[in-house]
């Protein structure tokens, strides 16, 4: 059964511009694991961190740094949800998520689907 999805689409050098403006939205918004990573890659996991809270009906209180985005050892991206996220989740039933995660030039997309 599919509890909910979610889409978001975020502009490379435009998110970009804003983790200049404001560099302690880096810290904020992505764990210690994530904040490394390139420009590129950073779009496309705050567009999935997005797409979970939309699949969850975007209640709020809930924690970024709660939602990570991990790749396993083939290199397919998978949702990695505690605290705050993961409790959102349980009262929802959400047993597992799919994610979907993409960049082409300036775009970086991700789509969640969470099933229960």
């Given at each position: 059964?599919?509890?909910?999805?979610?889409?978001?689409?975020?502009?490379?050098?435009?998110?970009?511009?804003?983790?200049?403006?404001?560099?302690?939205?880096?810290?904020r918004l992505?764990?210690?694991?994530?904040?490394?990573?390139?420009?590129?890659?950073?779009?496309?996991?705050?567009?999935?961190?997005?797409?979970?809270?939309?699949?969850?009906?975007?209640?709020?209180?809930?924690?970024?740094?709660?939602?990570?985005?991990?790749?396993?050892?083939?290199?397919?991206?998978?949702?990695?949800?505690?605290?705050?996220?993961?409790?959102?989740?349980?009262?929802?039933?959400?047993?597992?998520?799919?994610?979907?995660?993409?960049?082409?030039?300036?775009?970086?997309?991700?789509?969640?689907?969470?099933?229960?």
């Open positions: 059964m599919i509890i909910g999805i979610g889409v978001d689409v975020v502009l490379v050098t435009r998110f970009k511009h804003q983790l200049e403006k404001a560099p302690a939205l880096r810290d992505f764990t210690p694991a994530e904040r490394e990573l390139n420009i590129r890659s950073l779009a496309a996991r705050f567009a999935a961190k997005e797409a979970v809270a939309k699949a969850l009906g975007a209640p709020a209180g809930m924690n970024w740094q709660h939602c990570q985005v991990d790749v396993d050892a083939a290199g397919a991206p998978h949702v990695v949800a505690i605290g705050t996220v993961a409790d959102v989740a349980d009262a929802k039933g959400v047993k597992k998520w799919h994610l979907s995660l993409s960049h082409d030039g300036d775009v970086a997309t991700a789509m969640v689907v969470a099933e229960g």
